[in-house]
């Protein structure tokens, strides 16, 4: 396999230098600004003929760096490259994975289908796949999914003293799981119902037994922060520590942090495929394997 090309998205910079590092490829620059209109304006100054490149690009509030990636995904075509794959650590759009009410946009589908138009292959990390049983049921292109728990495994194993694995609803339970089982946890699973944005109720399971543990909950998405919140109360109601979290992609909208800290959670940690001050937790030498894997068959 010759060396692969990765390009990072603007903000992606130091996350492609470490991929590149992990993949043995070769970084080269995309020069981006905005007209003054703010149309982008786009360009490589390399020769790309016949290399396999990947554009490297999180896509966390996605709006804006969409139309930007794709037209990098075309330039990079243009200018030769035999394979052009998306290394996007944090995929957006896939919680509307369901039309909820009548009417709304299944925005997990269109954006899949013009990302699959775009690119050869997608790595990404732990994506939201709930109604989805695989990546393969929305994107038709060729799809490795690397998995942070073992990577928020190591991190509770080697700072929490006696961890009970929490997740704070089914959806978490996932990723929950393969957390405590990669290092003997024990673990439970809460059940939510979602009123709106920022208002969730969670119900806790029988605690019975465990109240001389320290509580981790553990779930793939950090957004408004009212899940952990609600699920911390649950949980220091029933008698246990305040917990620590540990999130795969930590989004921190609006208020998340104040939310956090209104619920009395001090300790939140996330992988780094968003980047915050929270995400401590790095991926390269994961999502490395997967992506020499998806070059190799393309
Ligand atoms: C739910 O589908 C996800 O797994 C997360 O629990 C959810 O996205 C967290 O969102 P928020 O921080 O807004 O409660």
Redesign the pocket.
Known sequence: MTRPVLIALPGNDARADRLAAAVNGDRIALHYRRFPDGESYLRIDAELTDRDVVLVATLDRPDPKIPRLLFAADLVRDLGARSVLLVAPYLPYM?QDHRFHPGEALTSVSFAERISAAFDGLVTVDP?L?RYPTLDAVYSIPGRVVAAAPALAAWIAASIEQPLVVG??E??EQWVRAVAEARGLPWRVMT?QRFG??D?RITAPSLAGLDDRRPVLV??????????ADAARVLVEAGLPMPACAVVHGLF?DR?RETLAEAGIETVVCSDTVDAPEARIDLAERIAPAVRELLESC
Request: net charge negative; aromatic share 0%; no cysteine.
């Open positions: 919680r939201h709930h704070p609803d959806e978490s939510k944005d920022h969730v779930d793939d998405i950090l957004s408004s922060g009212a899940t952990l909208g998340a």
